[in-house]
């Protein structure tokens, strides 16, 4: 019999493909109560503070204070519905299809970079339909890349400890995602992948020393990446000293920790926030998290941080208790791609991370990010609704 330490490690999982394990190697278990839990109260405060983020900018631009509110509230609805499709079909079915998924993710990251296909904002192409009603192909990508990369470690198993048989194969599929993102440009989402694809090959039994080798090739041609553009050096500049440049470079950083330190403890009360009238910009969407610790203060904070950690701890529990590599893989990818995504985002606000332009999951305003983070929280939940039994 294994031992306690074997059961309980998520880089070991039974031996069995999805598309032949037995029906005794798993259970049927209710659905993960608090996960739902974490994700509901997320949503649920992304609504609030993008009504208090957002109303003077709606007012401003659309005579409505509750226009982003109400628009939040469509992309949720058809998020939701997304969702339950995803979590009740049988998650197994996407490990024949991942190949096609990847492809199709491929396909509309290079349609984006197409003149009058992709919709150009601020000088970056990273939308797809009309201004009123635009999706992100990078932002579905995510879990495209995701399950392509389950169901690749998957398949390879115990290869993925050969540098060339297993562990490249696998950071190609993340290259190439990658670089189509870098053209838009995004070099911010492009990290994004490369933190959760490690994530992922970790799990699956990649060798560290691998791993750190192919981290230190790829560093130069990031460094080069960021050298040669004006933007990015600026955002490294204004990461490292925001105050040497605080009405341009540093704008950002410093209206954001001016309105951080403005809540204190308690807050400021919600919906009284004074950096939101426009003196934070983007203050709806990837600074959010600024107006909710002004209006909210440390308590308000910490909460979110802390169910953000409820979400990774289940996550990681209904990875590791998986019926198959696959699902493993799978749940671990998600919970990633959303706790990574999240302390990112906080991270930036805090002056901790250099400017990236990623959102916080749940809560800021984005149709795109908040349709891909509850499809992949129903996969998570799709993964835990069967157990294995001896994790049971």
Known sequence: MRSAAARTDPRRIVEREPSVASRRSYIAVPPDRWLFIAVALLVGIGLVMIFSASSATAYAEHRDTAYYLKRQTEWLALGLLCAYIAYRLDYRLLYRLAPAIFILSLLTLAAV?????????????????????????????????????????????????????????????????????????????????????????????????????????????????????????????????????????????????YALGSGGFFGVGLGNSRAKFFYLPEQYTDFIFSILGEELGLIGTVSVVA??????????????????????????????MIVLQAFVNIGVVTSSWPVTGVPLPFISFGGSSLIVNLVAVALIANVGRQRRVDAA
Not at 307 to 325: K, S
């Open 113 to 257: 970079l197409v003149p009058h296909v992709g919709i150009a904002v601020n000088g970056a192409r990273r939308w797809l339909g009309f201004h009123a009603l635009s999706v992100q192909p990078s932002e579905f990508a995510k879990p495209a890349l995701i399950i392509f990369l389950a169901a690749l470690l998957a398949k390879k198993n115990e290869k993925i400890i050969s540098l060339a048989g297993g562990l490249l194969p696998a950071c190609g599929a993340i290259v190439a995602v990658a670089v189509l993102v870098l053209m838009e440009p995004d070099m911010g989402t492009a990290s994004l992948y490369a933190l959760f694809g490690a994530v992922m090959l970790f799990a699956a039994g990649a060798r560290i020393t691998h791993l750190i080798a192919v981290g230190a090739v790829t560093i130069p041609p990031a460094v080069l990446a960021i050298i040669a553009s004006p933007y990015r050096r600026a955002r490294i500049l204004a990461f490292i000293d925001p105050w040497k440049d605080p009405q341009n470079t540093g704008f950002h950083i410093v209206q954001s920790l």
């Open 307 to 336: 169910l953000f950690v409820l979400l990774a701890y289940r996550g990681i529990r209904i990875a590791v208790a998986a019926p198959d590599r696959f699902g493993c893989y799978l749940a671990t990818g998600c919970t990633a």
